[in-house]
């Protein structure tokens, strides 16, 4: 009984002999996605805020000439636009960010080398994946609002989108970083994470209880100084997170490994 709780996935995800340097990979992630958040919120959604204003001045008051109606309208759409490209340059780095730091933390947790062409090229692919799955979730979220009444498009679009999002996100990474094919990542998703979905229902239940039990520890630690309690906050989720990802990954080898036996006894 103790050899085979000893090899179980729980405990095969403590043995992760690449946990330091995927942390610092997870940590400059999110310290990067930090800061460009808080960039985002306090410098560049106020110029959208701005143009709220602007355009509630050209609606409600009125201006002693022309010219000066015109200079306000030229100052308006020069704000507006301004926002709409900081926006989409925005999107851009954090997709990037996503994309970079997402891929070579799944290559640490494999422990897989590869020469830095390889890697650029890999990296690449890896974004076309994302965008793939995120075409799946804006087509599922349309398909969901016309066929839902909105009670239900509600529940689907705060409870079953989030869980379908997280669900696929954790396995077609590894899946991707493991076969560095589109094609094979996605048949390998559908053998392991739709056809084999019941093997991941107890380790979501553990790790969704471990997420609850390291949020109400971090909370004991509100008496803090606000930068030291956002650093430890940030560093416990982010080895709280990386830990997930080991353990999901365990428990796909787990899965996976018997389907290759198969096909080499065929």
């Known amino acids: 009984m103790l050899i085979n709780l000893k090899e179980t996935a729980f405990i095969k995800s403590f043995r992760a002999k ?83 730091f997402k891929y070579l933390v799944c290559k640490k947790i494999q422990v897989r080398e590869q020469q830095l062409n390889e890697i650029v090229k890999s990296i690449g692919i890896f974004a076309v994946l994302n965008i793939i799955a995120l075409l799946f979730y804006v087509s599922l979220t349309i398909t969901a609002y016309y066929i839902l009444v909105l009670e239900y498009f509600n529940i689907f679009l705060f409870v079953v989108l989030p869980i379908i999002i997280i669900y696929t996100q954790n396995l077609i990474h590894p899946l991707f970083v493991e076969s560095r094919s589109l094609r094979e990542t996605i048949k390998a998703y559908y053998i392991i994470g739709v056809k084999n979905v019941h093997v991941f229902i107890i380790p979501y239940c553990i790790m969704t209880a471990g997420l609850i039990f390291v949020m109400y520890l971090v909370s004991l630690l509100v008496f803090l100084p606000a930068a030291v309690y956002t650093a430890v906050y940030v560093m416990a989720f982010t080895a709280y997170l990386l830990w997930c990802k080991y353990y999901i990954f365990t428990v796909k080898q787990k899965v996976h490994i018997p389907q290759k036996q198969k096909k080499e006894k065929k």
Do not use: H, M
């Open 18 to 100: 690449s946990f330091v340097p995927a942390f610092i990979l997870d940590f400059v992630y999110y310290l990067i996605l930090l800061f460009a958040g808080s960039f985002y919120v306090y410098r560049i959604l106020p110029e959208f805020l701005n143009t709220l204003d602007a355009v509630e001045i050209l609606q409600n008051n009125s201006f002693a000439s022309a010219a000066e109606f015109i200079a306000e309208i030229e100052t308006t759409t020069q704000t507006w636009a301004s926002f709409k490209i900081y926006t989409v340059i925005f999107a851009v780095l954090l997709f990037a960010n996503y994309c970079i």
